[in-house]
């Protein structure tokens, strides 16, 4: 489901009415820069690890050091900014193995938009092909889960102290992420059509999920935040939790 939000904080444009905007924003994929911190100078971000034999047994570290052993219920803040407009609201994700259901409501609890996620297959109410959420494999990646792309070839890891790196190469595409201490701390997609997009995380609760997430995608000069207010381990989810509603 899926509800144009009520009210807007707006910024001064550059001639596009708000309306343009506000809708541009929905229809462009989220989790690229906020408007206040858009100078046109990216920041660094994962730098390329020297070339190195790919070692599958450090993706094999980082797929288990990252995984949740229980399924849990995350409440979260979330802030989405593109340009002259920002949207803010409150959210609900639960994750249970390889399922995560994201939701994401409004000031007065109305629903924005809900998505399920299953192993890697996005599932989006019946219309929506463009949302205010990372793809697939970067989904994952702001959770604080890593999963190797699926059908990329691993071309180069190191292990450097508590460091992990891993890249991934595939007709043009570079999928790069770092791990800290065995846990994700960024991941970075830059393709050869869709271009840059990255996640970064800053602190993890000790239930292994992220306390402050951040996706970017640079072309589209658009960003999302989300930052943990509560995460609960709980027994499971009702099947009909990862149903999203059709109408």
């Known amino acids: 489901m899926y509800k144009r939000p009520a009210t807007v904080e707006t910024r001064p444009s550059w001639g596009t009415p708000p309306a343009v905007?506000?809708?541009?924003?929905?229809k462009t994929i989220v989790m690229a820069a906020a408007a206040a911190g858009c100078s046109g100078t990216a920041p660094a971000g994962t730098a390329a690890p020297a070339p190195v034999p790919a070692d599958p047994a450090v993706e094999a570290a980082a797929v288990s050091s990252t995984a949740l052993r229980n399924p849990v219920e995350i409440v979260f803040e979330w802030r989405i900014s593109e340009r002259e407009t920002r949207f803010t609201g409150k959210g609900v994700a639960r994750i249970a193995g390889n399922r995560a259901r994201v939701d994401l409501f409004g000031p007065r609890g109305e629903t924005y938009l809900s998505a399920v996620l299953l192993d890697r297959e996005l599932r989006l109410p019946a219309g929506l092909e463009f949302v205010p959420l990372p793809p697939p494999d970067l989904f994952w990646s702001v959770l604080g889960v890593f999963r190797p792309p699926a059908g990329v070839?691993?071309?180069?890891?190191?292990?450097?102290g508590g460091s992990r790196r891993l890249e991934y190469r595939s007709a043009g595409d570079r999928w790069q992420y770092r791990l800290d201490d065995g846990r994700l701390t960024e991941a970075e997609w830059t393709g050869a059509k869709e271009g840059r997009r990255t996640v970064q995380i800053v602190g993890y609760h000790p239930r292994g999920v992220p306390e402050k997430a951040t996706y970017r995608d640079w072309p589209a000069f658009v960003e999302l935040d989300l930052t943990l207010q509560e995460v609960r381990e709980v027994e499971g989810f009702p099947d009909d939790t990862w149903t999203i509603a059709r109408d």
């Open 21 to 26: 905007s506000v809708m541009r924003t929905w």
């Open 153 to 160: 070839e691993l071309v180069a890891s190191r292990a450097d």
